[in-house]
């Protein structure tokens, strides 16, 4: 031991242990050969009295009160190694098969429920009891040493010391088998609940509304009661409940939160660098603003959202958007600032499962930033982004708190710093303190920039320097043009009604083709790429060739009173785009007659002989016995029925051959319905 107390509590220490502190062997021959020090030897081993080394050297050296410490935990150590080796002895000799005999005949029901390994097991606890009640003498500093070493030897038998103590004492006023022996194992009798009453204990405490005890037992005796059996004790359910805790809990609250609760995760490290990887989330601000509805109602309680783009290695939030929801255009803005800022992709970007990953638009944007060797990761894992939610916190906390207008961490907060006083809430909510949209956007914009220049504790820097300073080997260089081409998002849509719709949360967006390009894609899928809803640009679907750009959509005035000039130039241009489609129209159906006639002449003849109706009543002419049934049945003769019109207006003109135009003019000398003017001879 490097250190010893004396009866008279003088502490010594070992010549070893001198050196180990930094005082040298000269010195220590010195301080002997003076005789300035006390010295004693010991097993070889020479030690020094604390209290006569020289003062320069003693305050080097830790006190007096630490050394007497030390001293303790040492002895108390070996203690415990000394009570261990006595009860691993006893464990393993065969003094437990004596004491197996002995439980035998006092429990004769084991051998009947078949309890054999139980019994050993009692045996060897009995032995090792036996051995503590002949070596612990009631001292109170062997009982911690002891109670270590049982529990060495029996993992968990007892949580506390005090338990521990009180069964000692059991086995010395009752005997050594009312400890050794667990009374549960004995006398087992035949269940009295079977498995229905399980099934429905089980099925009632389970549910995800989480009822409590007396309610659950409450709907047990219901169940119970209509399939005729009896109805178990609370204490029975509390029991159940007890017994099958891990089970119960798993499908009432959740897998989320069960694996929250038991600490059911792994153990991470932070990414090392720069550019490794880039947490992206929502956040919905904490200050209310006034927004207009559709409807043209104000929402006196709106919140804005800050979708963040943070670096995970410094926290930095490098990216961001603010917007009225987290919608699709929320997230690539954001994603894009952060590309701009950084002029880098990360090697893995995380984000949860939010509805955006379900969209044409993620599905191609993913595909383009895996092509540059981006993973991207949905994680319902809390701990990915568990940087990421702690910097919501403090954004909350730390800045936006000490904004006007702040509403606090919601009224499900647990601190009572995390709800805002209601008196001030009224004061944030007068009419004449009420904050607009561009207000919230200039609010978090500074608040942002204040949390990027704020000292982290852990780190004793701030996210901008770490940022700055850190390497980036894994993130993946982005050059403009590359940029632009990444969000000029890409998405498939099929053209209805001669009109491509994109609808994004509340918002409907409308773009209408040209007359020229109606036929051709009109019911047609087709890619499309938009930078913002103003205007979007069409691709071939199987080529990727661009086909044209359309602007969106302007809605006019339905009512004359209320149009304005410029819905008269929307409602004139409407009308020449329907012209034009008709022109188009007649255009591509004349062409295809040309096609056919110069295949065969007659085509236009052949295929309108099938679909002219016959003349009826000349054919009837040609058969007398039907002729003589009109006048015999009918009263009328055929030669007197009109002819039956017919309108050719079901063809479309295009369809069929133009007809030649007749020359009317007064000059002109060939055939026609004109007679040529006889020369006048005006001499006459």
Known sequence: ??????????????????????????????????????????????????????????????????????????????LQQHFFSQLSEAYNAPRSGHWRNEILKAHGTFEQIKFGEKVNEFARKAAVFERILSIYGGKKRELEPLYRAYDQLFPGNFSKKNRFCMVIKQAKEKGILSVAVNGSCLNRKKEKHGALHKYFACFILSHPKGFELTESHRKLAGACESANIDTPSLKWLWTYRKNNRNDIELYRLGPSKWEAKNGIRTTTIP?????????????????????????????????????????????????????ESENTETILKGLEKAVRETGTLPYEIVSDNHSFNKTKEAGHFKEDVASLGVIWNVDMNPRRKSNLERTFRTLGDKHFKNQFGYTGQGIRSVTETGVTQPELMDEYLKSENAQDFSQIVVTTMAMIKDYNNSTVKTYKDTPHNRYEESERPNAKPVDDARRVRLFIRKTEHTIRNNQVTITRGEHKFE???????????????????????????????????????????????????????????????????????????????????AQAEALNKSA??????????????????????????????YGFNIDSVRKIPFVDKSIDPALKPKKEKENRSPFYSGEGTMKVLETLDINN
């Open 1 to 78: 031991m490097n250190v010893c107390v004396d009866n008279n509590k003088g502490v010594w220490l070992r010549r070893n242990y001198l050196k180990g502190k930094g005082v040298s062997e000269n010195t220590i021959k010195k301080w002997c050969n003076r005789k300035i020090v006390i010295c004693k030897k010991d097993s070889n081993h020479t030690y020094i009295l604390y209290d006569t080394i020289p003062t320069p050297t003693r305050k080097k050296l830790p006190d007096k009160a630490m050394l007497l410490y030390d001293f303790k935990q040492e002895q108390a150590g070996g």
């Open 511 to 593: 773009y209408q083709l040209n007359a020229e390009y109606f036929f051709e894609y009109n019911n047609k899928k087709v890619a499309v790429r938009y930078e913002n809803f103003d205007k979007i640009y069409l691709y071939n679907i199987e080529t990727d060739e661009p086909v044209c750009c359309v602007s969106q959509k302007a809605p006019v005035h339905r009512s004359a009173a209320n149009q304005t000039e410029s819905d008269r130039i929307i409602l004139n241009k409407h009308a020449g785009r329907r012209k034009g489609i008709m022109v188009q129209s007649r255009k591509r159906r004349e062409e295809i007659l």
């Open 604 to 633: 236009y003849h052949i295929v309108n002989k099938l679909t002219t109706p016959k003349d009826v009543i000349e054919e009837i002419k040609k058969d007398t016995v039907l002729s003589l049934e009109c006048i015999e049945e």
């Open 271 to 323: 990414a090392c660098y720069a550019g490794d990887t880039w947490e992206i989330d929502g956040w919905e601000i904490p200050i209310y603003y006034r927004r207009e509805r559709k409807d043209g109602k104000i929402d006196r309680f709106a919140k804005a959202v800050l979708f963040t783009v943070m670096d995970s290695h410094s926290q930095k939030i490098i990216g961001w958007r603010i917007a």
